[in-house]
């Protein structure tokens, strides 16, 4: 039976799909679809489940520095939003209550307290599927809502921690020991090549992290998140985190599939869990008001805040413990387990229209701006660069040493993440940090970007396919030459209507730049050899 529920999902992820919403839309749909037909989730299925999560976190730990998790925007956003949002939820449900709505007139405050601080979670599966398939996993407000998202399953860590009533092994002291292991599992992550042993390391690791952490009486999924953070920063990570990207995403699956599989709701939880998802635009408005406040420009803070505008797993989890100490009546782990579903397919047509939705507000949007920036929110001077490389990874640091190396360019470096930046400042490149992708970059984040003849485009291809379209918008075609990568010939083609006229097929031109490397070497050795061997007062002949 588990074999139809996959050939479901499928099926509806398909559909959501060429509908231009996220898979995971169909995936939620296919929960909802197996549930009416009276399919139950199995133990395999919920089993995938666990796997997925745990694969999930220990992926987010792999991109977050513990650093990160200490900056005021991150800790303080997170912690202010979510005691503002159980108090402010607290007095909305209490007035429903008294107004005699549906199940909301049995709720004692206590009982109010603990269904609001459920509510108050994000899905950090939802955000970081979304933040996957746009390719802004690194960009400045894709890492600032994963960061929130650390904070808030902390919480929920501490949470589940006190409720239970039982306190960590004495063991759980020992866990310190890990900060020895770290070096370790360097080294054997660099003896592991290229293949299968990197992925059975990438499946290894968070299993061991999780069973670790549970044995001491900590949550698994913590033990996931702070092993990858303990590999956070090595020079194979992102070949890890590749490594594990498709199966990962195979066991999430089953994840969403299990949501909606929850239990079947009737008519009255179907309509209490459609209001409460009425009140998410609230958290979506406090998150933006907060991340304001800690001085980030209006477009990061709209694209973090509607990153986080639903409700979480967690929230079920905090709810299942309510049903079992007896603080929850169990028609409400039915309800909330509705509205996440709901929140999660409200949220992801938001999400692929922010852009829209700034461009549409901006001006009112910017009014919350401080004056006051952070650091890498503020404009930048690209100095008297005639060309600009958008992307400084492997790709684009070729693409800059061959502009300055051979043909004497002065070139200016753009990547949205800091710690690459600084790597490149280290290495005497003049590279700076900014998001290409971001539509007002180009209007208001550089100083005279006329002077640019040309731009090479060298990240994800949502991110090329949204850089290319801002720079024509606020630059125009004519004035500069704009280049992109692709790897595939659908994006191949979506470049070239979008209005990259040149497009460099990295799979398809690798021979044909191998071929010409190896030869022009060739002709040059053969050459000083004639050269050499030439009777003296002679040259040698060309070709």
């Known amino acids: 039976m588990d074999i139809l529920f996959i050939v479901i999902a499928f099926v509806l992820g398909f559909l959501a799909r060429q509908l231009g919403l996220p898979p995971l839309v169909g995936f939620l749909a296919g929960g909802f679809v197996l549930n009416l037909m009276g399919q139950e989730a199995s133990e395999t299925l919920h089993q995938l489940a666990d796997v997925g999560i745990l694969l999930l976190l220990f992926s987010i730990g792999l991109k977050v520095q513990p ?28 007035g429903l209550g008294l107004l005699g709505i549906g199940c909301f007139r049995d709720l004692e405050l206590s009982t109010t307290l603990l269904f609001a601080f459920a509510l108050s979670f994000s899905s950090t599966v939802f955000a970081v599927k979304i933040l996957e ?7 400045g407000h894709g890492r600032l809502a994963i960061g929130i998202l650390i904070m808030q399953d902390l919480f929920a860590v501490l949470f589940i921690t006190f409720s239970s009533g039982k306190l960590p092994s004495p063991l759980a002291l020992g866990l310190l020991l890990l900060l020895f292991v770290k070096r370790p599992l360097g080294k054997i992550l660099d003896r592991s090549g290229h293949g299968e042993l990197l992925v059975l390391l990438a499946c290894i690791l968070p299993l061991a992290g999780a069973a670790l952490f549970e044995h ?75 991340l304001t406040r800690f001085r980030l420009r209006a477009r990061t803070s709209l694209l973090s805040s509607l990153n986080l505008s639903n409700y979480s797993e967690f929230g079920l ?72 490389v958008l992307g400084m990874g492997r790709v684009g640091t070729g693409a800059y040493e061959q502009l300055t190396d051979r043909y004497g360019y002065r070139v200016i470096g753009l990547d949205f993440d800091e710690e690459r930046v600084a790597a490149h400042q280290a290495a005497g490149r003049a590279v700076i940090q900014g998001d290409a992708a971001d539509e007002i970059f180009w209007q208001r984040g550089i100083a005279n970007p006329g002077q640019l003849s040309m731009l090479f485009l060298t990240m994800s291809h949502p991110s090329n396919l949204k850089a290319a379209k801002n720079i024509q918008e606020a630059l125009g075609r004519e004035s500069m030459v704009i280049a992109a990568t692709a790897r595939y010939d659908d994006e191949l083609q979506a470049l070239r209507q979008g209005g990259v006229e040149r497009v460099f097929y990295l799979y398809g031109e690798a021979g044909a730049g191998f071929v010409d490397h190896v030869v022009e070497q060739a002709e040059g050795v053969e050459g000083a050899e004639m050269e050499a061997s030439a009777p003296e007062g002679k040259e040698s002949g060309g070709r």
């Not at 498709?246 to 969403?256: I, P, R, S």
């Not at 401080?370 to 660069?385: F, H, K, M």
């Open 216 to 290: 001491v009486g900590l949550k698994p999924d913590l033990g996931a998140l702070i092993l990858g953070m303990l590999l956070g920063g090595h020079a194979k990570t992102d070949e890890l985190a590749k490594a594990m990207f498709g199966f990962k995403d195979l066991f999430l699956v089953g994840f969403f599939l299990t949501i909606g599989m929850t239990e079947l709701p009737g008519l009255e939880a179907v309509l209490i869990a459609a209001l409460l998802v009425l009140l998410v635009p609230l958290k979506s408005v406090l998150f933006f008001l907060l």
């Open 67 to 94: 650093k990160r998790l200490l900056q005021p925007q991150v800790w303080g956003s997170a912690a202010s939003h979510m005691l503002l949002t159980v108090i402010g939820f607290t007095l909305i449900l209490q």
């Open 317 to 388: 989890i905090v709810s299942t413990i309510g049903v079992t100490q007896g603080w929850l009546g169990s028609e409400w782990l039915v309800i909330i387990a509705v509205a996440v579903s709901f929140s999660m397919v409200a949220a992801s047509p938001l999400n692929s229209l922010a852009p829209v939705f700034y461009r549409r507000w901006a001006g009112l949007l910017k009014r919350c701006e401080t004056r006051r920036r952070l650091s890498g929110e503020e404009a930048v001077d690209i100095g008297g660069a005639r060309v600009a």
């Open 133 to 139: 398939e746009q390719g802004e996993m690194t960009s």
